[in-house]
């Protein structure tokens, strides 16, 4: 019970009480009520979580000093009978209210739910809310209070995790594991569409050797650079990635004729000084001569080589009938 409901109950159980008495009474409680309000305004002040409390209305009522400093005030005072579209982005102060709508509502509480919100840098940033509606002595909700913690280094950190379990981590493109991952996907919806795909698999000649006599580090750059460039001109429907060493693939939906449009771009412009010389051997392969992508990854691989021992062509279809 707060204070000032305290006070409430407390002058109801005093009915025959003089005038005199009754004003020493309410003197008393209303100093105890001041005193709760001291008590809970230093410790607003003083936590470094976002702690608010509101309305039924969704109107802000007290909140902390940090929470008052991450909406752009000064003080929390000048927030009193705000709400969430008067601070906040509208795409954000929308879901806020929206998350509150049990809240209030329906008095049903709301736990470590993550909630985006924007740093002062105009970075994305994250907290974990909590939120508890407040009841009147009758079991009407009258209100919430919210505690929302920080947790965007910790979700910054997970997605680093992510990524990197998904990624290459020299060129950052999808590495194997997660190539088969999401390209068994990728195939079995294109399979229920009756849809066509193509698989590119691409090497740089003699990166071995230029590897090995200018070293790691420029073989390093050269593959980064290499990656790059596959980026460039890959769609964002294509899966790329790197299965090893100096071996790349492409897997994307569409016919031959959008596959061999890219390998001819890719070789065309793959003339660049930061490939030191290395040219590029494509093998490609069509979704009509595989049953799953494992084969088809096979038959892209044996295509390459075979373009690779070619002196004529730095491409060629599985089964090798020349494009």
Not at 74 to 95: T, V, Y
Not at 105 to 128: C, F, R
Not at 277 to 305: F, P
Request: one cysteine or more; hydrophobic letters at 35%.
């Amino acid at each position: 019970m707060t204070g000032l409901q305290h006070w409430s109950t407390s002058l109801n159980a005093y009915p025959s009480l003089d005038l005199d008495q009754q004003s020493t009474k309410l003197d008393a409680l209303f100093k105890q009520a001041l005193q709760y309000k001291s008590v809970l305004e230093t410790l607003l002040s003083i936590t470094d979580d976002f702690v608010y409390i509101k309305d039924a209305q969704h109107k802000f009522m007290f909140a902390s000093d940090a929470f008052a400093r991450l909406t752009g005030h000064e003080q929390w005072r000048e927030l009193q009978g705000k709400d969430d579209f008067d601070i906040f982005p509208k795409e954000h102060a929308e879901l806020y209210f929206e998350h509150e709508q049990d809240v209030i509502n329906k008095g049903i509480s709301l736990a470590q739910h993550e909630e985006p919100y924007y740093l002062p840098s105009g970075e994305l940033g994250w907290v974990s809310s909590t939120k508890n509606p407040v009841f009147d002595d009758k079991g009407k909700v009258i209100g919430l209070i919210g505690i929302s913690k920080d947790i965007t280094q910790i979700k910054r950190h997970q997605e680093l995790i992510a990524h990197q379990a998904t990624h290459d981590c020299l060129t950052d493109v999808y590495n194997r594991k997660a190539f088969y991952d999401f390209g068994e996907t990728m195939w079995a919806k294109l399979q229920r569409d009756k849809a066509e795909s193509t698989l590119l698999f691409l090497d740089l000649n003699e990166f071995k050797q230029v590897n090995d006599r200018l070293g790691h580090q420029v073989g390093d750059k050269i593959l980064c650079s290499f990656a790059s460039f596959l980026k460039e001109e890959c769609r964002d429907s294509d899966l790329l990635a790197r299965l090893g060493g100096d071996e790349f693939v492409i897997y994307m939906g569409g016919d031959k004729d959008a596959a061999l449009s890219l390998a001819r771009r890719l070789i065309s412009a793959s003339h660049k000084e930061e490939l030191l010389g290395c040219a590029i051997s494509i093998g490609i392969a069509h979704s009509s001569n595989a049953e799953n992508l494992a084969e088809l990854v096979k038959h892209a691989d044996d295509a390459m080589y075979k373009a690779k021992r070619s002196k004529s062509q730095q491409y060629c279809f599985y089964p090798f009938l020349r494009a």
